[in-house]
């Protein structure tokens, strides 16, 4: 029987640079780190980032959500995260960053 989601795999290029964007530009936590393999911890996930010579960007699924979008981009911006503005979906808010790699990644707030 399925549990619980263990890893998202995002491919990158330069593990350095990505890595110091999760850590320092996200604030997340590494928990593991190497040229091959990294892991970001979240509180109920873990985001594995793996090297690949792949050059495509790609929009990677990966869903974020918040309860203060607005305050959330406003603070990423401060770190230097190009934010897109949040913008109404019907369901919540809805914002979008990418990582060094290019790859998409979204910020939601569900409606009240």
Do not use: C
């Not at 320092?24 to 996930?45: D, F, M, T, V």
């Amino acid at each position: 029987m399925l549990r619980r989601v263990g890893y998202v795999i995002v491919f990158v290029r330069n593990m350095d640079s990505t890595l110091n964007f999760w850590v320092n530009k996200l604030g997340l936590q590494a928990r593991y780190s190497s040229e091959e393999w990294s892991e970001i911890e979240l509180e109920n996930l873990v985001i594995g980032l793996h090297r690949s010579g792949e050059t495509v960007p790609r929009d990677t699924g990966i869903v974020f959500e918040t309860g203060n979008i607005e305050a959330l981009v406003s603070e990423l911006r401060r770190r230097g995260v190009d934010v897109s503005e949040p913008r109404d979906i019907g369901v919540g808010l809805e914002a979008t960053f990418k990582d060094p790699e290019g790859n998409i990644y979204r910020i939601f707030q569900p409606s009240k």
